[in-house]
């Protein structure tokens, strides 16, 4: 969701924009952005022997055909997709009607959707360079990296939370949605942590209940320049997207992949980057050992040297590009 706030941030007054997405969060962040928000529910492939994947042709079919009706409607010049299951039903209905598309790949390993819609699209654009030679249309760009995490002062945004400069500050992200796993790891070893750290827990819907002092919990940040601005080192799931905001920030973070319910991508970009010392992992099952592994990044000048060394790039820029060729 992210990297396409990225690119419409650029694209906004330069272009028509409409957006097509799930009745998820992503519509109350789109609506900042005034185009025409389109629900289209595609199913989700569960990847065991479940009665829901059943059902999944007939609410396939239900999509596409709704897909297809607002893509008539609104007679796009190019088709723009973030990868993703909840994409398929728009690239599908663009290449019926013979719209050109673009799709973003942001993870290492690519998903089930990018290798279906591959060869209906112009180029797979991807993050990783070992990525985009895996299609013969593949196109590395980097990933696109939202300007307004950017620029922001470290003392306002401990004042905004009401941090002071005694300790430093533990960021917790656990994904738009937070996560149950990490927000109940850090929850188990409060008493261990708040004398190190200040922490900043962004822990999801309905999640935040009260929190002792020290602690600032929140079910979610549109302001995430300053939650990053305040943050020393953060833990995090090991999404593509906020790796990458991460290494472009220079902020040293301590990645506990997603294991569970998962084509394992998370693993597979976590590791990609503690091979070059960027980072620190920390598997779900260790994470009773979550305490020290923290204090151990907090104090590696390794990971901090790696970080300050590393050259990060922002894809929106390679992206514009790319959508500016297909249109002309």
């Known amino acids: 969701m992210t990297p396409n706030l990225a690119v419409m941030q ?30 289209v529910e595609c199913p989700k492939l569960v990847r065991s022997l479940s009665p829901k994947n059943l059902t999944l042709p007939f609410a396939l079919r239900a999509a596409q055909k709704n897909a297809l009706r607002i893509l008539e409607r609104e007679k796009p010049d190019l088709v723009f997709a973030k990868g993703g299951y909840a994409s398929y039903p728009a690239v599908w209905a663009a290449a019926k009607m013979h719209v050109p598309v673009l799709t973003h790949e942001s993870d290492l390993t690519p998903g089930l959707c990018t290798r279906m819609v591959a060869r209906r699209c112009m180029h797979v654009l991807t993050s990783f360079p070992e990525t985009a030679g895996l299609f013969k249309n593949g196109v590395c760009v980097g990933s696109p990296i939202r300007r307004e995490i950017f620029g922001r002062e470290r003392a306002a945004a401990r ?42 827990q962004l822990c999801g819907k309905g999640n935040a209940g009260k929190a002792p002092a020290g602690c600032v919990r929140l ?60 980072c620190a992992v920390l598997p779900e099952k260790k994470l009773g050992e979550l305490p020290a592994a923290l204090l151990r990044l907090y104090g590696s000048a390794t990971v901090r040297d790696a970080l300050s060394a590393y050259v990060s790039g922002n894809g929106t820029e390679r992206i514009l590009q790319e959508i500016q060729a297909a249109v002309s």
């Open 10 to 39: 650029e694209l906004r007054g330069k272009c028509r924009l409409a957006y097509m997405g799930t009745s998820g969060i992503e519509r109350s962040l789109v609506s900042a952005f005034g185009c025409p928000y389109y629900c």
């Open 159 to 200: 004042r905004k939370y009401g941090f002071d400069d005694d300790m430093p500050v533990l960021l917790v992200l656990g994904g738009g949605s937070g996560s149950r796993t990490l927000n109940e790891a850090v929850e188990a070893h409060l008493a261990e942590l708040l004398p190190r750290f200040h922490i900043l």
């Open 219 to 278: 079910e979610f940040e549109r302001d995430m320049g300053s939650a990053y601005a305040c943050a020393d080192i953060v833990l995090s799931r090991a999404g593509s997207n906020t790796i990458f905001e991460l290494l472009a920030l220079k902020k040293p973070a301590l990645l506990v992949p997603l294991e569970h319910c998962s084509r394992g991508d998370q693993l597979k970009n976590a590791r990609y980057f503690e091979e070059k010392g960027l």
